[in-house]
């Protein structure tokens, strides 16, 4: 079973950046055949759609809040997923989860990710 823990998350101005990591402890976990993304979740709101990566890391989807703002890379041989965030608005402020799919194409929705880990919390202030 996979475990997936972020780190990174933090207080920042609007306007500023920050860098998400996820990291996979893997056992019997392919962690390079696997979609991996990140989603957000602000208090009252539902679970948000932010950003999927492939396995080999060359695909990617973003959500339309995030295009041209956030960008998620991986690197496989460190069994992490990263999400960059420029230009943050206060409207960015959630806890961000990642999680694995096994799912051979890139996906969305959150019912097809077997794996998520416990949320790093992102606060931007005005």
């Known amino acids: 079973q996979v475990q997936l823990v972020e780190s990174g998350g933090g207080l920042v101005q609007a306007g500023g950046s920050l860098r998400l990591s996820c990291a996979a402890s893997?056992?019997?976990?392919?962690?390079?055949?696997?979609?991996l993304a990140w989603f957000r979740q602000a208090p009252g709101k539902e679970r948000e759609f932010v950003a999927t990566?492939?396995?080999?890391?060359?695909?990617?989807i973003y959500g339309d809040s995030v295009k041209g703002r956030f960008t998620i890379s991986r690197e496989n041989v460190k069994n992490t997923v990263y999400l960059q965030l420029n230009m943050l608005r206060t409207e960015d402020t959630a806890v961000y989860f990642c999680?694995?799919?096994?799912?051979?194409?890139?996906?969305?929705?959150?019912?097809?990710?077997?794996?998520w880990g416990q949320g790093t919390q992102v606060t931007v202030s005005s």
């Open positions: 999680a694995a799919s096994r799912s051979s194409v890139l996906v969305i929705a959150t019912p097809l990710y077997d794996a």
């Open positions: 893997v056992r019997d976990f392919a962690f390079s055949s696997h979609v």
């Open positions: 990566i492939s396995g080999g890391g060359s695909r990617s």
